[in-house]
């Protein structure tokens, strides 16, 4: 991870608003945009992403979609502009990632241990939670302070020292139990909503723990622990929801929704190492 400026700079007073967000919260949806565009430009400079024009890019897009509806019963996705989606090309990378304001990315390494694309929507469904329920913003505020939030803001955009600084905290930050446990309830909801087998986050829990067991954990962009108390959870969420008219295994389906390529083409192209790569992404010489 590249080193980032670890202590917030302090700045003319910036405009923030409880008019426009949601929940009373300090940073307005316009704001909570631009810090996620801060985070996009700094993990540019990091990591290499699929470019626009890739299969995995389209295929990304087509598949976001379903999700992106369903979770417009918790906030409206025009209030932030839409979601904002890429693929992360790195193949010890198996995660997904959401910063404030719908900025979302999926790596290649999850695509490619992936056995279903419900575990892909039961993964992108919590991130998309995240967004819906702001905990990016929640938590910088919670951490920070709402007067060094505010002050990220110079004049009329978010200062790049500002941007530096959100993007490492949310490489280093944890999100707490709560928000965590709040992602995985919603994003299960989004998942079933899209017509997803829920289980398929319980599932991609389990390929992670299985992963995990007598190795270093996988490198991850943000922290998602995977643990079996967790697991229970989710499957008591799914069940106390939805009793027996969902069942793992069966019921919705664990097959993608609305894209051209299926998961094994995907894999296929992703695996061929001839993803197009976006240029100015990723280190450069």
């Known amino acids: 991870m590249m080193k980032a400026h670890a202590t917030v700079m302090m700045m003319a007073a910036g405009l923030v608003s409880c008019g426009d967000g949601l929940g009373g919260f300090f940073v307005s949806d316009a704001k909570e945009v631009e810090m996620g565009a801060g985070v996009d430009q700094q993990l540019r400079l990091e990591y290499r992403l699929a470019d626009r024009g890739d299969p995995a890019t389209t295929w990304l897009v087509q598949f976001i979609g379903p999700l992106v509806q369903a979770s417009a019963q918790f906030r409206d996705p025009a209030d932030i502009g839409g979601y904002k989606v890429a693929i992360i090309v790195d193949d010890e990378l198996i995660n997904a990632f959401a910063a404030p304001g719908g900025y979302t990315y ?3 390494g999850l695509i490619r241990q992936a056995a279903t694309c419900g575990e892909i929507a039961g993964v992108m469904g919590h991130e998309l939670a995240h967004v819906t329920e702001r905990h990016g913003v929640k938590s910088l ?3 920070l302070g709402i007067q060094a939030v505010s002050e990220f803001f110079f004049g009329e955009g978010l200062a790049n020292d500002a941007a530096q600084t959100i993007y490492a905290f949310l490489q280093n930050t944890k999100f707490s139990q709560a928000h965590e446990a709040e992602a995985d309830a919603i994003g299960l909801r989004i998942a079933h909503d ?3 087998n829920p289980y398929g986050l ?3 829990f389990s390929m992670l723990l299985a ?5 270093e954990p996988p490198k991850f ?7 079996a108390d967790r697991m229970t959870s ?3 969420a799914i069940e106390s929801r939805y009793g027996a008219e969902v069942n793992p295994g069966s019921t919705q389906t664990y097959d993608c929704l609305g894209t051209t ?3 094994a083409q995907l894999q296929a192209h992703v695996a061929s190492g001839n993803i197009a790569i976006e240029p100015g992404t990723g280190p450069q010489p």
Do not use: K, R
């Not at 962009?221 to 643990?227: D, E, F, K, M």
């Open 261 to 263: 390529m299926n998961l």
């Open 234 to 236: 989710v499957t008591n």
């Open 141 to 143: 505020e919670a951490s």
């Open 106 to 108: 999926v790596s290649t």
């Open 202 to 204: 319980v599932d991609f």
């Open 221 to 227: 962009l943000s922290s998602h622990p995977a643990t």
């Open 211 to 215: 992963l995990s067991a007598g190795n």
């Open 194 to 196: 899209a017509e997803y």
